[in-house]
């Protein structure tokens, strides 16, 4: 029983550390400009539906609903992969953040000659403070939580990151115990 609590914590620990260097690995190549995007028109609410399909179980276990608010001709010109990551680094925090029997939702709109697609939560919000930091690298606001429920300090880094290479930008605006907004602006091609 000792050693199979042993291994848990080992796997636990090795699972995490693998995340780690992978993260680490692709925000290095990022920043190198190793990573090259390729834009195209994409279908935005289809992508968006599946990418929320693979978010269901962990949703569901937290009484989270899931809302895909994409208008069905909705289209933007982004790399698919680079994209998607972005959205799933955006989803997985709203969902890890959002309280029991709150709300996800991802929606979009067209300004100008932007799009601009934004992924809200009905969490506990970000304090001003936190807010204009948490782009950064390993930033977390309560550390403590966030060990707790996983991840590795770099999504979002990776998502402002992602977001300039496409020559775009991402921001959050956020009200304490009402949620928060992050949006990703990308050039309308």
Do not use: W
Not at 68 to 91: C, F, G, K
Not at 134 to 141: M, S
């Amino acid at each position: 029983e000792n050693n199979d609590r042993f291994l848990s914590v080992i796997r636990k620990n090795a699972e995490r550390m693998h995340l780690l260097v992978d993260d680490i690995s692709e925000l290095s190549s990022i920043e190198a400009g190793i990573v090259k995007i390729h834009r195209k028109a994409i279908s935005l609410c289809p992508l968006v539906e599946e990418i929320l399909a693979s978010f269901l179980k962990p949703a569901e276990e937290s009484g989270i609903v899931l809302i895909n608010d994409i208008h069905e001709e909705y289209s933007v010109t982004a790399d698919v992969i680079r994209l998607e990551q972005m959205l799933v680094n955006l989803l997985d925090n709203a969902i890890k953040f959002t309280g029991k029997d709150g709300i996800v939702t991802v929606g979009s709109k067209k300004e100008g000659d932007f799009d601009f697609i934004t992924v809200s939560d009905t969490g506990e919000g970000i304090q001003p403070r936190h807010a204009a930091r948490i782009f950064e690298r390993f930033y977390r606001v309560d550390r403590a939580r966030s060990r707790e429920i996983g991840g590795t300090g770099l999504g979002l880094a990776i998502v402002k990151h992602l977001a300039r290479l496409h020559s775009g930008e991402v921001r959050v605006s956020s009200k304490l115990g009402e949620g928060s907004t992050f949006t990703i602006q990308l050039p309308s091609l």
